[in-house]
């Protein structure tokens, strides 16, 4: 079965601490696998993916195929990354699956 | 670009109603896909579009159907809408064509609500 899960709905972490997003996936194929954020009153937008192995905003994600995990990561949280963030899961045929989503909130 | 738009933003159905929220891409993507958001489920796939005339069902596409006569469009029809179809509906779209870079790019959504 193809999934994808967010064991955290929320998060809360005060300004400057580390933060982490956890994310495991469930796909017998080759996954690609996506971060996805949604800030109050926006659309969702691409963060990062995990074939670019970029940072994006602070923020880095690294796939371990042997835990089935894609967490995301940023060692100084800010105020302004507090949003909705979604892991997602693209599967061969182009279908993406999305996990719950958590809740961040950075306290100041 | 407008990029990815919706209409309407807010929408109050009566039960048993029927309606279609719109979604149009200006970029000639050819995948799009519609989506509900319901709190603590995340996004979940109801029906999706690799190119004109070809659709196919997600997740959760009871109650839904699709259609995708041009590349541009990809409606989403209720056909009798029950109070569980209440939720946020986003519309989005991708390129279809470089898999590496690929994006999907979202509409700003269509809150639904059904008494």
């Known amino acids: 079965a193809q999934r994808v899960t967010q064991p955290e709905k929320l998060l809360s972490v005060f300004k400057g601490a580390p933060v982490e997003l956890k994310c495991n996936y469930s796909y017998s194929g080759s996954p690609e696998l996506f971060w996805y954020v949604q800030y109050s009153r926006q659309r969702l937008q691409l963060l990062l993916r995990h074939i670019s192995r970029e940072s994006i905003k602070g923020f880095t994600a690294d796939l371990n195929k042997g835990e089935t995990s894609f967490h995301l990561k940023k060692p100084f949280a800010q105020e302004e990354d507090s949003a909705m963030y979604y892991c997602a899961l693209k599967t061969s045929y182009d279908k993406v699956i999305f996990g719950p989503g958590t809740s961040l909130s950075v306290i100041p | 670009n407008a990029g990815v738009t919706q209409t309407p933003k807010f929408q109050v159905l009566k039960t048993g109603q029927s309606m279609t929220l719109q979604c149009a891409q200006d970029m000639n993507h050819e995948y799009m896909s519609w989506y509900r958001q319901d709190p603590g489920m995340g996004l979940r796939l109801i029906h999706y579009?690799?190119?004109?005339?070809?659709?196919d069902q997600g997740e959760v596409p009871n109650g839904y159907n699709v259609s995708r006569s041009t590349t541009e469009d990809f409606p989403l029809r209720l056909l009798s809408a029950a109070p569980s179809q209440t939720s946020v509906y986003f519309c989005a779209s991708s390129s279809g064509r470089e898999r590496v870079t690929d994006t999907q790019y979202f509409g700003p959504g269509t809150r639904l609500t059904v008494l």
């Open positions: 579009s690799v190119g004109a005339g070809i659709t």
